[in-house]
């Protein structure tokens, strides 16, 4: 119960003694964790710096920048640009509306079915993505779908106003099915976390609802907020399936740029494969820093 | 207030219509394969296609060894973590949400140049090894997931007093996690499993790429060559991914409260 009052350093403390005595036993203590330890090396660590070493050598192995280069060709960078584009735009969209969800369940006064309705839908719906879930919105919004077709027969044709699933909007659409599910799930604990003291202590104060706001609730969330979005980035820019059965090849992302190029060499280059992973690993990886970042400056506050 | 009630309301209704008209019209879809008909034509075509059953099997079998492997791989490290090497706690977290900052396709490259088939470790020379890697590519998926569910049920239970206690009873490693912590964090291990089916059941990117007959590329093969068996395969995916989130919701009702929680 006391463990409660701990901050983080001071409850590792408190484990620390029993390890230094049992210092004298440094090879069997390691012992534990070494299949853990092999295993990420050689199936996550390794490969990934074989890859971005790949990325800075040149076909006999020497080191260059060329490839780096070589990713601002037309093709590869409007693929890194639509994918950024994606990604930006799902994640913003599907933060927002995913909070605007989130504090309508939790604070909006619903019944409580409301709640439990949404955070088990959401619990599914966020994982269910990849190939069937563009499967879904093709017959929604495909030129057949019903969605499509009924507009259609009130008059307004999608189509005809340029919209099209197989294009950038479309897989926005498509990425929000699982984006705002996400951002309800992980943004539901934070927003649980708002005591009511809080609220009462700020209108003994005299506070207005829009200075609570403004000067309470949105500070608290604000770093689990930003995280969930570089999350949310991560998730969508890393993602292929959906967009690969979706539009086939005619929406040039990035990973669907570096997975033809995997199945068969289609830039004539292996080490440009490589720098177009790089590439990837290194705005996932910027993004995820961030996200760590905030992640951690937020859960201060939710104790 | 009475206005903050209203949008509440629109926002619910708003995102309630969003998220269940793609399965309405998905269900609409997959049902019109008769002309003039609603029937369940498409489904049966699909359940009775021997391509579909294969496939189906071959995820199904590849799903329960990445649970073994994942259980074998996170149990005994994050036990022995809390237990001894708390100092190696941060790395180890660290380590486990690299999946997901590295794409899943980055890792499955990284796969295909180092363990080809005139590598040191040749995984890709041989079917059985080529499946070995597929399992051990899902694990890495699952990972960040696996570990989060296992931490958080070892953070319900005192690791320190029970291992003390089986240690007096004579009880050696193995012993001591199998049958004296594995038990205990059994809810947490089981939800972590049903997570890991559900996103190694239809996963495209791995499979694809190691030419691997699963389920997912299978979906991608029917998809871009049929026009109602993917909207019935949709339906069978969403029904797939709900009953493992079910379990899993009904398996945090049998979970110990978290020591953590003030609640």
């Not at chain 2, 899943?104 to 090894?129: E, H, K, Q, T």
């Amino acid at each position: 119960m006391t463990d409660i009052s701990l901050s983080g350093p001071a409850a590792a403390g408190k484990t620390l003694p029993p390890a230094q005595a049992s210092a004298m036993r440094l090879p069997t203590q390691w012992l534990g964790v070494a299949p853990f330890i092999i295993f990420a090396l050689m199936f996550l660590i390794l490969p990934t710096l074989y890859l971005i070493l790949g990325a800075f050598q040149n076909v006999d192995g020497a080191f260059t920048l060329e490839n780096i280069v070589e990713l601002a060709q037309p093709t590869i960078r409007a693929a890194y640009w639509i994918s950024i584009k994606v990604s930006v735009a799902s994640s913003l969209l599907g933060a927002f509306i995913g909070l605007a969800i989130a504090i309508a369940i939790v604070r909006g006064g619903l019944p409580n079915w409301t709640r439990s309705a949404t955070l088990t839908f959401s619990g599914v719906a966020s994982q269910f993505a990849g190939v069937p879930l563009a499967f879904a919105f093709l017959a929604t919004l495909g030129r057949l779908g019903l969605v499509t077709v009924l507009l259609r027969s009130v008059g307004v044709d999608l189509y005809q106003y340029g919209f099209n699933v197989l294009s950038f909007w479309g897989l926005t659409l498509t990425y929000l099915y699982f984006q705002i599910p996400l951002m309800v799930v992980i943004i539901t604990p934070a927003i649980d976390g708002i005591r009511k003291e809080w609220g009462e202590a700020a209108a003994t104060l005299g506070a207005t609802q829009w200075q609570y706001w403004r000067m309470v609730v949105i500070p608290v969330i604000w770093p689990s907020f930003l995280g969930t979005v570089i999350l949310l980035f991560a998730n969508s820019f890393g993602a292929i399936a959906t967009a690969y059965a979706l539009t086939g090849s005619s929406l040039n992302i990035v990973p669907i740029v570096l997975y033809a190029q995997i199945r068969g060499d289609v830039l004539h280059n292996a080490n440009l494969g490589y720098a177009i992973a790089f590439g990837m690993i290194f705005i996932t990886g910027l993004a995820n820093i961030f996200y760590i970042w905030f992640r951690t400056r937020s859960e201060r506050w939710l104790k | 207030m009475k206005s903050g009630k209203f949008w509440a309301w629109v926002t619910f209704i708003l995102g309630a219509a969003y998220f269940f008209i793609p399965l309405i019209a998905t269900m609409e879809f997959s049902m019109r394969m008769k002309r003039g008909e609603y029937s369940f034509e498409a489904y049966r075509v699909v359940l009775g296609d021997p391509r579909f059953q294969e496939s189906f099997t071959f995820s199904v079998v590849a799903a329960v060894f990445t649970i073994i492997l994942g259980v074998l791989l996170v149990v005994p490290t994050a036990y022995w973590i809390r237990l001894r090497l708390p100092q190696l706690r941060p790395v180890v977290e660290f380590v486990t949400l690299l999946p997901l900052v590295i794409p899943a396709i980055v890792i499955v490259f990284g796969y295909i140049r180092m363990y080809g088939s005139n590598s040191p470790l040749p995984f890709l020379s041989s079917d059985m090894g080529t499946n070995a890697l597929l399992v051990i590519g899902y694990a890495t998926l699952a990972l960040p997931y696996m570990y989060r569910a296992v931490d958080t049920g070892l953070r319900t239970i005192d690791v320190r007093t029970l291992t003390e206690a089986a240690q007096i009873l004579g009880a050696g490693w193995t012993t001591i996690i199998s049958r004296v912590i594995l038990p205990n964090v059994l809810i947490a291990v089981l939800s972590g499993a049903f997570l890991t089916f559900a996103i190694v059941i239809g996963e495209f990117t791995i499979a694809s790429l190691l030419n691997r007959p699963a389920f997912g590329p299978y979906l991608q093969n029917i998809g871009a060559n049929r026009a109602y068996e993917p909207a019935a395969l949709a339906i069978i995916a969403f029904v797939i991914t709900w009953g493992c989130m079910s379990v899993i919701q009904v398996l945090s009702r049998f979970a110990p409260k978290s020591a953590n929680r003030p609640n």
